[in-house]
């Protein structure tokens, strides 16, 4: 059952989220003055914790993938889909990520699987359309 992640985007939304706990932490530190105490200091430090974890939401998109079907976890909802109901798995030249097409004529985004992974979000592409096939054929290989 194979798992994907953003790769990239992680990388990125760490770095960001260790920068502006970082930078909030030295405000929170830098602020003297008779007008700010130290629970102001504390607050400026929570502040970077929040936006931090704010960012790391953007890093949250799963994709799962089994003979059964897809669950996707997108930054803000999910999807658990039969292999029945996906009429194709597409990943064109030019998108940011994989889109389910479905058979009610609807799409969904798979943001875990980017084109900006490259090579990794080929093999992700490969296994999902092979999951695809073997559930439209009804073979399965163990």
């Given at each position: 059952m194979p798992l994907y992640r953003?790769?990239?985007v992680r990388v990125v939304c760490a770095?960001?989220?260790?920068?502006?706990?970082?930078?909030?932490?030295i405000i929170g530190v830098a602020l003297t003055g008779s007008t700010f105490r130290t629970s102001d200091k504390w607050a400026m430090i929570?502040?970077?914790?929040?936006?931090a974890t704010g960012v790391m939401v953007?890093?949250?998109?799963?994709v799962q993938a089994d003979d059964e079907?897809?669950?996707?976890q997108n930054i803000i909802g999910g999807y658990q889909?039969?292999?029945?109901?996906?009429?194709?798995v597409r990943f064109?030249?030019?998108?940011?990520?994989?889109?389910?097409?479905?058979?009610?004529?609807?799409?969904?985004?798979?943001?875990a699987v980017q084109a900006a992974d490259k090579e990794?979000?080929?093999?992700?592409?490969?296994?999902?359309?092979?999951?695809?096939?073997?559930?439209?054929?009804?073979?399965?290989?163990?």
């Amino acid at each position: 059952m194979p798992l994907y992640r953003p790769k990239r985007v992680r990388v990125v939304c760490a770095v960001a989220a260790v920068a502006i706990v970082t930078m909030f932490t030295i405000i929170g530190v830098a602020l003297t003055g008779s007008t700010f105490r130290t629970s102001d200091k504390w607050a400026m430090i929570g502040l970077g914790v929040i936006f931090a974890t704010g960012v790391m939401v953007i890093a949250r998109p799963t994709v799962q993938a089994d003979d059964e079907g897809i669950k996707v976890q997108n930054i803000i909802g999910g999807y658990q889909l039969p292999w029945q109901v996906v009429r194709k798995v597409r990943f064109d030249r030019g998108q940011p990520w994989v889109y389910l097409d479905l058979e009610d004529d609807d799409t969904v985004a798979v943001l875990a699987v980017q084109a900006a992974d490259k090579e990794r979000a080929l093999e992700a592409v490969r296994c999902l359309r092979s999951l695809h096939a073997q559930s439209r054929a009804g073979v399965w290989t163990e």
